[in-house]
């Protein structure tokens, strides 16, 4: 007989924070030039581990465009 473990948990990765995500908003717009390998490695100097290619999406969804392409501030 075999048995199977079973737990109740949603499945996936648990969102971002939005404090997080306001925060990687807040650096690219005030940063212009800084790409996502960049925002990256000033989140983990903070203490917060968020992936390369989350940070891009989250980019890429509120229409900041690549670095260098960006407007600086205004």
Sequence with gaps: MLIRWTYARPPGRPPIDARVRALI????????????PR?????????IVVSATTVKKILRKEQLGPAGKRRGMS
């Design 25 to 36: 908003v807040r650096l690219a717009r005030e940063n212009p030039r800084w790409g996502y």
């Design 39 to 47: 925002i990256v490695g000033e989140l983990k100097g903070m203490g």
